[in-house]
């Protein structure tokens, strides 16, 4: 190991019309070191690293490495100063009609073609596949970046950051699109370049990947620091206090319903794929869980029960009568919702305002005769439905696209609410959302269940399963392995039995 190089960022404040985004934050970090950026939606992290890395550069405050004030208001100020960032977006950064070599020398290429007319191609492909090796990932150069996989695709920007001087690199959100084992892989490739002496900064919500692959960790809350820390000198549920000011059981409405009659009950499902003899049943005012590891089935199971793919055997009653669905429309009209994971691509219409978002699961309340749409009517129930939810969002004719993570899943799980459905399916509805966020969802999904809704509750977040479900199933290779009633089981339990335990 090199000597360590020492980043600060000192008295950062930075103002956007009408907000006031970060407030005299001090931020530092290492090289050959993993650090971890963390706060809820809207703390102010990546905000922070945007101006670390150059994209803002009206910012007041001072940064310094080594001691020595640094200038930085371009990219181009930030990458000769050996800070790289790696956005969530993979897609944007890169050029799909290019191979992977032209992409990770993009810069060099560039440059090249500015002074002279022709390029060493061959010198090109052998530069990126040496940083590859240098990364033990095995793609070839040659390779259009179109046929890469998202995880695929992100190692191809990490190398481009490396193929210059790279000092720190930032990581935003880098694990969110990637499966358990995209994952691991990921981290095995930041602990070589911790190695070799590389900074990695670490922006995640995902607090159990930051225990495992930080080495400190500093928290941020409504634009401002609140504490930095060892990870090795604190726990994830101090951190979530930090972040919310509050504890993390209170993260979890206490409520008490009287369970009712059996509303769902599902027997031996099967689909094309991977929904295996899958059985449950959801009774009136409980909130059962799916609980897995991604890949497992539960988005599948989900799918199913919805009409969304193709049931090929097993019955499906509700109220004890039994029906078939042919689709998701079949499935609304029977009284069955789905928030579905990918809540961009199929739970919400982001080029939309959230007037017409939260309405579009129940038109016919709001067609008049002769099938005029009653606006009026449209425009009360949706500003409403933003207070009771809590949306944040300018107003109510604002494009979804323009909310963050958090409110599209309100506006998602808003518009069941208009509709009025008896079986609610929550597929992972707490990704890619923060804590205090996370806080409102809880409350949502526990106030169907007060109002004697089904809830099914699929996800992955095992602390989430025990702390909102009644039931759960344990679902290994699209089947159940193992029905537990919640208040008797425990993570290392759940752990147990998704991954195959017997």
């Not at 930075?14 to 809207?42: C, Q, R, Y």
Request: net charge neutral.
């Amino acid at each position: 190991m090199g000597v360590s190089i020492l980043l600060e960022m000192k008295n950062i404040s930075i103002e956007f019309p009408g907000v006031k985004a970060l407030d005299e934050v001090f931020f530092s970090t290492k090289t050959g070191m993993t650090h971890a950026l963390i706060g809820a939606n809207g703390a102010g992290k990546s905000t922070l690293m945007k101006v670390l890395s150059g994209a803002y550069g009206h910012y007041t405050g001072e940064i310094y490495i080594e001691g020595k004030k640094i200038d930085i208001r371009t990219p181009k100020d930030a990458q000769d100063n050996g800070i790289q960032i790696v956005y969530q977006e993979v897609d944007t950064a890169l050029i799909p009609y290019l191979t992977v070599g032209e992409n990770i020398m993009l810069n060099e290429t560039v440059n090249d073609m500015g002074k002279k007319q022709f390029v060493k191609w061959n010198q090109i492909h052998k530069k990126a596949t040496d940083i590859l090796n240098r990364m033990n990932v095995n793609i070839s150069s040659k390779k259009l970046v179109s046929e890469l996989t998202l995880a695929e695709k992100q190692m191809v920007l990490i190398a481009r950051s490396i193929s210059k001087q790279c000092k720190f690199l930032i990581l935003d959100e880098p694990t969110a699109p990637l499966s358990h084992s995209e994952t691991k892989e990921l981290f095995r490739i930041v602990r070589e370049l911790v190695k070799e002496d590389v900074g990695i900064i670490f922006i995640s919500h995902r607090l159990p990947e930051l225990f495992e692959i930080c080495e400190e960790i500093t928290v941020m809350k409504n634009g401002k620091f609140v504490i930095k820390e060892n990870i090795a000198d604190t726990t994830q549920n101090k951190i979530v206090e930090y972040m919310l000011g509050e504890k993390l059981e209170e993260q979890f409405p206490k409520y008490h319903v009287e369970i009712g009659d059996t509303v769902l009950k599902v027997t031996g499902l099967h689909d094309k794929g991977l929904v295996k003899n899958f059985s449950m049943h959801v009774n009136e005012g409980e909130i059962v869980g799916i609980a897995g590891l991604v890949g497992a089935g539960k988005t599948e199971i989900c799918k199913a029960l919805f009409g969304a793919s193709k049931v090929t055997s097993g019955e499906i009653q509700i109220r004890g009568k039994s029906v078939k669905i042919k689709d998701p429309s079949d499935a609304v009209k029977k009284g069955i919702a789905l928030v579905p994971e990918e809540r961009r691509k199929e739970g919400i219409l982001v080029q939309e305002s959230v007037s017409t978002n939260l309405t579009s699961a129940s038109l016919n309340k709001f067609s008049k005769f002769l099938s005029f749409v009653d606006t009026k009517g449209e425009k009360k129930i949706s500003i409403e439905m933003i207070k009771d939810l809590g949306i944040k969002t300018p107003s109510e004719e604002t494009k979804v696209q323009n909310l963050s993570g958090g409110n599209q899943q309100k506006v998602a799980i808003g518009k069941w609410l208009i509709s009025d459905a008896e079986v609610y399916i929550f597929d992972e509805p707490t990704k890619g959302v923060d804590v205090g966020a996370k806080k409102d969802i809880f409350e949502l999904i526990s106030g169907l269940a007060k109002r004697g809704k089904s809830v099914i509750y699929a996800s992955s977040e095992l602390s989430e399963i025990l702390g909102i479900t009644d039931r759960v199933y344990v679902v290994y290779d699209g089947a159940v392995a193992k029905e537990l009633e919640t208040k008797s089981a425990n993570e290392e339990e759940l752990l147990f039995y998704s991954t195959g335990g017997k």
